[in-house]
């Protein structure tokens, strides 16, 4: 779409009469725009039924670059509709796609306002959805979730929001489970238990998880060794 997005901008802008309105072949809700026998660009169905173009029509200047305007901003908003089809994304990603693809800020300005409107954009339910996958499937710790979700532009109150909603007997759940399918086959009593330790703990603050949840998930799968339980035993009491 960015040549299309250039197409527009490099539009010299000449007054005349639509001498011809043709559909596009593979684009069917497209259709290239003619005036006084020139091809001067495609437009969008919806920005001809607004304008209401039809041969015939006359349009001088100020009208054309109302209507190059218009199927610029229809063109942005597709886009980040097509952006949106592959996955959730905050405002600040949709913002930094859509200059990558030329458009001006405030045309990126209106499509967001338009996107907010109908509801296809919420940077609050974004990090809350983000957070619950975060922690459900990838399993990942609070202060991992919480530099991504600040990677991905979104408000210091969004974040803090999403953050307090994390269940905290899941996530310490999720870091047990994480070093028990890590290192439980190879704890044993006579194990190297502090070199055992080392790892599990850069494994988790690798996978974002604080200082009280990894400190609390290592102790309770190492005081399993000094109790003298075997590894399936470690595993059943901490799920019971």
Known sequence: MDE????????PLKEGVITKIERQKRAKDRYNLYIEEQYVFSIHEDVLIKYSLAKGTAIDEKELKAIVDAQDKQQAYLDAIRLLSFRLRSEHELKARLRQKNYELPTIEDTLDRLRREQYIDDSLFAEQL???????????RNWIKQELQQKGLKSEHITSAIGQIDEQMEYSNAYNLIYKKYGSSLKPDSDVQNIKRKAYAL???????????NRAVRELTDAVSRGMDNEDWKI???E
Do not use: C, D, P, W
């Open 131 to 141: 957070t619950q996958q975060r922690i459900h499937s990838a399993k990942k710790g």
């Open 237 to 239: 009491e901490f799920e």
């Open 204 to 214: 988790l603050q690798r996978r974002g998880y604080n200082s009280s949840v990894t």
């Open 4 to 11: 299309e997005v250039n197409e527009l901008n490099e539009l």
